[in-house]
T-cell receptor
């Protein structure tokens, strides 16, 4: 089956530093990937849609200069949280839509970010 | 996006069937009904999807009302590993790769 991985699975960083999270589709090509954020006891909130070879589309209220997204290949998208602050601490989840299959998304296991 | 409504939580005894309801009264003719579930500290997992007809797979069954304004996810025999938050989501066509909007979902507790 289609597998999506994320790296790292968890990260602790100091306030003011930047953190990069990778999302990879392991056995399929993904033209489109999505990035979500989930706070404790809340639902997933879509942050942005990442399309290979083009700029990401951000949801309203998400700062594109703070959450940099790069989808450089059909199997890799990265999310960089720049100048992280404690309020950025959250569970970040990516998903990938397999090229040619429009109705299913495969989710990664998530990355737990803690900013101290 | 068309909205879905689910109960916040449900309980089931282990080994018994579970019926998780979802209302989507504003569903359009091209909306697919998807179900995902999320175990604690994990990413969501695809469960099943359908358009008009009932669907079965190895994980669950999906019963869709004739008017499509509601659907029910059926777990035939709940196990402790089925304890999760279940999300009912609508995705529309056309549009290619659809962004998915998650609601609160239903937290299923399975009692041993």
């Amino acid at each position: 089956g289609a597998v999506v991985s994320q790296h790292p699975s968890w990260v602790i960083c100091k306030s003011g530093t930047s953190v990069k999270i990778e999302c990879r589709s392991l056995d399929f090509q993904a033209t489109t990937m999505f990035w979500y954020r989930q706070f404790p006891k809340q639902s997933l909130m879509l942050m942005a849609t990442s399309n290979e070879g083009s700029k990401a589309t951000y949801e309203q209220g998400v700062e594109k200069d703070k959450f940099l997204i790069n989808h450089a290949s059909l199997t890799l998208s990265t999310l960089t949280v720049t100048s992280a602050h404690p309020e950025d601490s959250s569970f970040y989840i990516c998903s990938a839509a397999e090229t040619g299959k429009r109705y299913e998304q495969y989710f990664g296991p998530g990355t737990r970010l803690t900013v101290t | 996006d068309a909205k879905t409504t689910q109960p916040n939580s449900m309980e089931s005894n282990e080994e018994e069937p579970v019926h998780l309801p979802c209302n989507h009264s504003t569903i359009s003719g091209t909306d697919y009904i998807h179900w995902y579930r999320q175990l604690p500290s994990q990413g969501p997992e695809y469960v099943i999807h359908g358009l008009t007809s009932n669907v079965n797979n190895r994980m669950a069954s999906l019963a869709i009302a004739e008017d499509r304004k509601s659907s029910t996810l059926i777990l035939h025999r709940a196990t402790l590993r089925d304890a999760a938050v279940y999300y009912c989501i609508l995705t529309c066509i056309p549009g290619g790769y659809q962004k998915v909007t998650f609601g609160i979902g239903t937290k299923l507790q399975v009692i041993p």
